[in-house]
């Protein structure tokens, strides 16, 4: 179990949220490899359905939880909205750039921020409001609308960062009932089952190569969430944020070098600044619960 209540490692939490970076842009740029060979929504059902294996260390936690009917029905919810967002995600890899793909995946904490003030109750100042602001002026920077065309691609990203946003709130609402581990694992199930009737719809037979990189795809992801996971115990959000823009660089640099995709500087200018919004109100949100913490009344 990892402790969260240990003294901050700020090393260690830029450490992890590193490894972090590496395994999701290993994701998309395999997903960019596999291409639109196989139908977007078979891809991210076989990408779940593969990754079931790495859910044998959770069966105990997930036998041992009670589920009401309230929970079931709100985690199958979730599942159908994340798989919805995933099938979006693998569709728009094929369209768009991974620079692109990188850059406007930025935008879901932005969604969640909203979606914390609306639906959550929580309170949206002035400076969030701002960072908001700023951000949806990242995006207008890399979809450059009226210059340029915007594509089927770039329409499937936002969408995909509202979906995830949404999951996240939920997650987030779920946490305070269920272990974490019971949090991911129901994810993936759920997940796997919703995404089920939309790869049955335009199913084609794959081949060993693409069950092969789909595999490593769904060992990756989970990687990556495990090393998150990690590096948030490790540190503070605001040390370990800034870190995921090495993403963007890395997306960059792999659609440059392998899949010869021009270096926009739009995107890069435009992944900046929705990164700069996302880092200060992680740092913005970390100064508010350390006043919090020092007015609480003490026992």
Not at 49 to 72: C, D, H, I, K, Q
Not at 166 to 181: C, D, E, F, H, I
């Amino acid at each position: 179990m990892i402790n969260t209540s240990a003294e901050p490692r700020p090393l260690l939490g830029v450490f992890w949220m590193f490894v972090t970076g590496l395994c999701f842009v290993a994701v998309t740029a395999l997903v960019k490899y596999l291409g639109d060979d196989m139908p977007a929504a078979q891809s991210a059902f076989l990408r779940y359905l593969l990754g079931l294996v790495f859910l044998l260390p959770m069966l105990s936690s997930l036998r041992a939880v009670r589920f009401t009917r309230e929970n079931l029905t709100f985690f199958g919810l979730r599942g159908f909205l994340h798989a919805l967002g995933v099938v979006l995600w693998f569709y728009a890899m094929t369209q768009i750039s991974l620079a692109e793909v990188t850059a406007m995946n930025y935008l879901s904490p932005i969604y969640i921020t909203l979606g914390a003030a609306l639906f959550l109750g929580e309170k949206l100042a002035l400076r969030r409001i701002i960072a908001v602001i700023m951000a949806f002026m990242g995006a207008l920077i890399i979809l450059r609308p009226g210059l340029r065309e915007i594509s089927p691609g770039h329409i499937a990203m936002i969408g995909t960062a509202i979906l995830f946003a949404a999951s996240y709130l939920m997650a987030k609402r779920m946490s305070g009932q269920v272990n974490a581990s019971v949090v991911v694992g129901m994810l993936s199930i759920t997940v796997t089952i919703c995404l089920a009737p939309f790869a049955a719809a335009v199913w084609t037979p794959p081949t060993a190569t693409q069950i092969f990189w789909l595999f490593w795809v769904a060992a990756f992801a989970t990687a990556g969430h495990f090393a998150m996971t990690l590096a948030f115990a490790a540190a503070p959000v605001t040390i370990t944020q800034p870190v995921t823009f090495l993403q963007l660089v890395w997306a960059v640099a792999l659609g440059a070098l392998l899949f010869g995709e021009a270096v926009d500087a739009f995107v890069v200018l435009g992944g900046l600044v929705i990164m700069a919004s996302v880092v200060f109100i992680s740092w913005r949100e970390a100064v508010l619960r350390k006043q919090a913490r020092r007015e609480a009344p003490t026992p």
